[in-house]
């Protein structure tokens, strides 16, 4: 049995348990740690179990339409490989059902010219309904972890000092983070109960609550999308050009979202939303 068969087994049980999605992602977070296969995938095969299917198994290869090299599925390969930088051709194949060959040509078509190498570029980042409080991108390399997010929140601490006295002076200010095991850690909680920094408990089995998650990021990568950067430091420019030019309105407009969000997951008892995203006020 193959380590996919193995959670897509564990997708499955969690189905038949009455899990739902955000929770199946988790629990195989969890469980898999650095080998889980990805929100991406899990999402699918959730999906498919939930419309009926039963079989762990992939499907069947052969008699496939020749689609690989479209758009659609290039992206597809894409997101695929985003989630997950370990998967092999065959696993791509087996996830997003469609022909080896092809998923080749997906795959290399997201990695041409062909001497160049991707990179992750991560960027700390902290805003409140007015704008930007605070922003700095790790060092290549760098393993983001307790130890570090500690000496995250010292910038944070000594930029709200000093670009926003009111909020360092009255102390009328939240942090909200997600669950991610470097913000929940004991060494980062007694530096926030140290310096009576006050928390917005993430709800379980919400990963999209957090406005970074939901809002910034997805924001940022927009007009990065499509592009080739040669070093980090033009990344890093682009980016920081990105968040400049969202203004105070776009801000407080997600901050509005946010709050919409949590009212939803108080009507629903903590209940998380079917699809894994709980819907946003209509545009």
């Given at each position: 049995?193959?380590?996919?068969?193995?959670?897509?087994?564990?997708?499955?049980?969690?189905?038949?348990?009455?899990?739902?999605?955000?929770?199946?992602?988790?629990?195989?977070?969890?469980?898999?740690?650095?080998?889980?296969?990805?929100?991406?995938?899990?999402?699918?095969?959730?999906?498919?179990?939930?419309?009926?299917?039963?079989?762990?198994d992939s499907d069947p290869r052969s008699g496939r339409p020749s689609t690989g090299t479209?758009?659609?599925?290039?992206?597809?390969?894409?997101?695929?490989?985003?989630?997950?930088?370990?998967?092999?051709?065959?696993?791509?194949?087996?996830?997003?059902?469609?022909?080896?060959?092809?998923?080749?040509?997906?795959?290399?078509?997201?990695?041409?010219?062909?001497?160049?190498?991707?990179?992750?570029?991560?960027?700390?980042?902290?805003?409140?309904?007015?704008?930007?409080?605070?922003?700095?991108?790790?060092?290549?390399?760098?393993?983001?972890?307790?130890?570090?997010?500690?000496?995250?929140?010292?910038?944070?601490?000594?930029?709200?000092?000093?670009?926003?006295?009111?909020?360092?002076?009255?102390?009328?200010?939240?942090?909200?983070?997600?669950?991610?095991?470097?913000?929940?850690?004991?060494?980062?909680?007694?530096?926030?109960?140290?310096?009576?920094?006050?928390?917005?408990r993430q709800p379980p089995y919400s990963p999209d609550i957090a406005p970074c998650d939901?809002?910034?990021?997805?924001?940022?990568?927009?007009?990065?999308?499509?592009?080739?950067?040669?070093?980090?430091?033009?990344?890093?420019?682009?980016?920081?050009?990105?968040?400049?030019?969202?203004?105070?309105?776009?801000?407080?407009?997600?901050?509005?979202?946010?709050?919409?969000?949590?009212?939803?997951?108080?009507?629903?008892?903590?209940?998380?939303?079917?699809?894994?995203?709980?819907?946003d006020d209509e545009e």
């Open positions: 049995m193959t380590e996919r068969t193995e959670q897509r087994i564990c997708i499955k049980f969690c189905f038949n348990l009455g899990k739902s999605c955000a929770e199946t992602i988790e629990m195989l977070q969890k469980a898999f740690k650095d080998e889980w296969m990805g929100k991406t995938q899990i999402k699918e095969w959730y999906g498919r179990f939930k419309n009926g299917r039963t079989s762990v479209s758009s659609h599925n290039v992206e597809r390969v894409r997101v695929a490989v985003e989630q997950d930088h370990r998967l092999t051709v065959r696993e791509l194949e087996d996830e997003i059902r469609i022909p080896k060959m092809e998923v080749s040509v997906g795959a290399t078509a997201e990695k041409s010219p062909s001497k160049s190498k991707q990179h992750q570029v991560n960027v700390d980042c902290f805003f409140y309904y007015e704008g930007i409080v605070h922003h700095k991108y790790a060092h290549t390399g760098q393993t983001i972890n307790k130890e570090y997010y500690v000496e995250v929140l010292k910038r944070l601490r000594n930029a709200i000092r000093r670009k926003r006295p009111q909020l360092w002076e009255s102390g009328d200010w939240l942090l909200h983070h997600d669950n991610a095991p470097a913000h929940t850690s004991n060494l980062v909680q007694q530096y926030l109960s140290k310096h009576s920094i006050a928390q917005l939901f809002w910034l990021f997805p924001r940022l990568k927009m007009p990065l999308k499509g592009h080739r950067f040669d070093n980090k430091q033009t990344v890093e420019t682009n980016a920081t050009n990105a968040l400049k030019v969202i203004s105070k309105t776009d801000f407080q407009e997600c901050f509005n979202k946010w709050k919409h969000r949590y009212e939803q997951l108080v009507q629903s008892n903590g209940d998380y939303f079917e699809g894994c995203h709980p819907p």
